[in-house]
């Protein structure tokens, strides 16, 4: 029977650093998600948490990529095509590019509203731009946009880990889920 251990670096399969930042990211996400869209019918005091939170997330990503860019990732499950292993990856630097995106936005966005960014009321962040109404407005827009497309590659990227499990029965979603 093969050993049983906690595998740290990628090597193998997905090693348990690389899968607690994936879910951890991921259940953080959902609640950002729904504290950013329900915010008005929230209490008072919604969006200091969503800012917050959206910090934790962006650091929590950076800290993610430069352990990924360390650790390496496991070799390619057997049977899948260089084809899919390319679409893959595609999508999982589409992911990186919005996890960072995403909270960027937002933080440009409070700035050019005149808003500084706190973290749990412990830290302010640098303000990156100056004041600006009509800049506030686009990047809004923008805050909301690159959401829904990282709602839309997310909910694609599930569905193919789904599809691997179920139909091809390949190790594909349970390496990252308990790393074998
Ligand atoms: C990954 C992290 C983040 C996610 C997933 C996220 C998601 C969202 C979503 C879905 C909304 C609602 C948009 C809409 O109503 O169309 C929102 C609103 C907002 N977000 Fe974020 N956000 C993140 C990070 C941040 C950060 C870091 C900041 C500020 C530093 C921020 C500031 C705001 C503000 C101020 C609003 C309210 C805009 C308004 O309705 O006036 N967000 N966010
Ligand atoms: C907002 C949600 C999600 C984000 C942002 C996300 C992001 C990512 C990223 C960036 C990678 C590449 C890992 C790397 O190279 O560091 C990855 C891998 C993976 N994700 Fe997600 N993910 C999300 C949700 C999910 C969900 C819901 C599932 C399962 C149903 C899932 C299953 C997987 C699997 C199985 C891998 C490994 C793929 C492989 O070995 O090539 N992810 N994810």
Redesign the pocket.
């Known amino acids: 029977m093969p050993e049983a251990r906690v595998t740290l670096k990628n090597t193998e399969t997905w090693g348990i650093v690389s899968r607690s930042f994936h879910w951890l990211i991921v259940v953080l996400?959902i609640v950002?998600?729904t504290l950013?869209?329900f915010?008005d019918d929230l209490p008072r005091g919604t969006?200091r948490l969503?800012?917050s939170l959206?910090?934790t997330?962006?650091t929590l990503a950076i800290a993610r990529l430069a352990w990924r860019l360390y650790a390496g990732r496991p070799a390619p499950v057997a049977g899948v095509s260089a084809g899919q292993r390319r679409v893959a990856a595609i999508g999982h630097f589409v992911l990186y590019l919005l996890l960072f995106a995403?909270?960027i936005t937002?933080?440009l966005?409070?700035n050019y509203g005149d808003h500084a960014?706190h973290w749990f009321g412990l830290l302010e962040l640098p303000r990156l731009v100056a004041p600006d109404d009509a800049a506030h407005e686009i990047m809004?827009g923008r805050?909301?946009q690159l959401?829904w497309a990282l709602v839309i590659v997310a909910v694609l990227h599930a569905l193919a880990a789904v599809h691997h499990h179920l139909f091809r029965r390949n190790t594909t979603l349970t390496r990252m889920l308990r790393g074998s």
Do not use: K, N, R, T
């Open positions: 996400l950002q998600g950013g869209l915010h969006i969503h800012v959206g910090i997330i962006l995403v909270p937002g933080w966005m409070s960014v809004e805050h909301s959401f």
